[in-house]
């Protein structure tokens, strides 16, 4: 099983409100990825985290707090956000023991900001 | 700096007309070479990993092939569920569990029943 769930999978904000994306892995992966995906674009990464650190933030503006509350769960506190932040927001996996590893997605959190 | 360029951007194909995506990379010392399926809306949908050159994987329709410069995307007798965006990514960087991928643009795939 190689899922990755992802809730909600839309959300519409106003950019006074505060918001939370919630993502939760079961195969026993200790990496876990955030990404910001828009429209025609790659996905582009935002956060990493290994064994529940924070390991690699990607110069994201502080409107976006990552949280790993335990190894399965990664949540993404949104604040104060500007239209220009709504995308597909995408979670992804990794086993995080070795140099070769593959990330499996969720489906995405479908983001507007109004 | 690691680089993927995919091409081309968008492919049209009747059903049944094979072809080829490419992924061309340059990057410091391949660390692998990730081929991804995404639907409009949805999360990519992993397909294959290749570690090195000469190395082929297969799945249904699609075979993906390495080289020291490229990777391809090889689709034999496409069906219209096979279009997607088809995203070739390289593993940038790893350290302590933490993977950075490097993506193509991606190659926007339809099939024409």
């Known amino acids: 099983d190689t899922e990755v769930t992802q809730t909600p999978k839309h959300l519409v904000m106003g950019m006074t409100n505060k918001k939370s994306l919630k993502c939760e892995q079961h195969?026993?992966?200790?990496?876990m990825y955030w990404y910001k995906q828009k429209a025609k674009k790659p996905p582009e990464l935002m956060f990493v985290?290994?064994?529940?650190?924070?390991?690699i933030n990607e110069s994201v503006p502080s409107r976006f707090s990552p949280e790993c509350p335990n190894s399965s769960l990664l949540n993404l506190h949104l604040h104060a956000l500007q239209p220009e932040d709504s995308a597909l927001y995408l979670c992804?996996?990794?086993?995080?023991?070795?140099?070769?590893?593959?990330?499996?997605f969720g489906p995405g959190t479908r983001l507007l900001v109004l | 700096e690691d680089q993927v360029t995919q091409s081309p951007e968008a492919l049209r194909l009747q059903e049944g007309e094979s072809s080829s995506l490419n992924c061309s990379y340059t990057?410091?010392?391949?660390?692998?070479l990730f081929w991804y399926r995404q639907d409009p809306g949805k999360g990519p949908e992993f397909l294959f990993t290749?570690?090195?050159a000469g190395e082929e994987k297969e799945k249904e329709r699609l075979k993906a092939t390495l080289t020291k410069k490229e990777s391809f995307l090889h689709i034999t007798a496409p069906k219209p569920e096979d279009s997607a965006t088809y995203l070739c990514?390289?593993?940038?960087?790893?350290?302590?569990?933490?993977?950075?991928?490097?993506f193509g643009q991606g190659t926007r795939l339809t099939i024409n029943p």
């Open positions: 992804a996996s990794s086993q995080g023991r070795g140099s070769k590893e593959t990330q499996y």
């Open positions: 195969m026993g992966h200790r990496a």
């Open positions: 985290y290994s064994y529940e650190k924070l390991s």
């Open positions: 990057v410091s010392g391949l660390r692998g």
């Open positions: 290749l570690y090195s």
């Open positions: 990514a390289v593993q940038a960087y790893y350290r302590e569990g933490a993977q950075k991928l490097v």
